[in-house]
């Protein structure tokens, strides 16, 4: 069965730079939502989407935003990066904002 | 104090052994409950869901929940040294009709199985 996929699945970035994270959802799902995750800590939520409006926010910094493109998929764009936002960045996917929630591989992203 | 707390473990078991995981909650807003299984570095793969008090089994997994208590419990049968992994909680709330629902995690379990 297709799963999520994310994109790039390594990324190294210097402080400061800009990164741009992309999911693309498992098809006919409508529901898109991202998680970081610290090392040695749980999925922490960022911010979801539900056709292609936002539908709720977390902790997410105002450097960080996102959005939901027409065929469904999303980008997490990082500006100003810090050392503190190297993590594992998760999507995840939905359909009709089921709670169902099934995760891609994840984007591990490390700023030097 | 986190809204979902559970036992980091590790925890290490004999293949064969029945395993029970467990994680409790403080907001009773939570509706839906998930299980998810994360190995190292892998994204989580949800393996239960439930939304009732009460137990569903699939397989070798039983998720059971006690709303009433506040307490979610796994049990894997006949574990496996496959099964060694970190086990994650999840909650969300009941949302409106066109609002997603965030998931709430526990801080994960670790469980080794050895031969």
């Known amino acids: 069965a297709a799963g999520v996929i994310q994109s790039p699945r390594h990324l190294i970035k210097e402080k400061r730079e800009t990164a741009t994270l992309k999911c693309y959802p498992i098809p006919r799902h409508d529901t898109v939502y991202w998680y970081q995750q610290g090392p040695g800590q749980d999925p922490q939520f960022l911010i979801s989407f539900y056709e292609k409006m936002q539908s709720d926010k977390g902790s997410i910094p105002d450097r960080f935003s996102a959005q939901q493109f027409s065929d469904y998929h999303s980008e997490l764009n990082m500006s100003s990066l810090e050392l503190g936002d190297s993590a594992l960045y998760f999507c995840?996917?939905?359909?009709?904002?089921?709670?169902?929630?099934?995760f891609g591989p994840g984007t591990r992203l490390t700023v030097l | 104090q986190k809204e979902v707390e559970q036992d980091p473990g590790p925890l290490s078991v004999p293949e064969g052994a029945i395993v029970s995981l467990n994680c409790t909650y403080s907001?009773?807003?939570?509706?839906?409950f998930m299980w998810y299984r994360q190995y190292s570095r892998k994204g989580p793969e949800l393996l239960m869901y439930t939304y009732s008090s009460g137990n569903k089994e699939d397989g070798r997994f039983t998720a059971q929940v006690d709303k009433s208590s506040k307490y979610i419990s796994l049990f894997i049968r006949d574990s496996q040294p496959s099964d060694s992994a970190t086990y994650l909680c999840a909650m969300s709330v009941g949302s409106g009709t066109g609002t997603a629902s965030k998931l709430t995690f526990g801080t994960g379990t670790r469980l080794q199985v050895t031969l």
């Open positions: 907001n009773s807003a939570f509706q839906y």
């Open positions: 995840a996917s939905s359909f009709n904002v089921a709670r169902k929630q099934f």
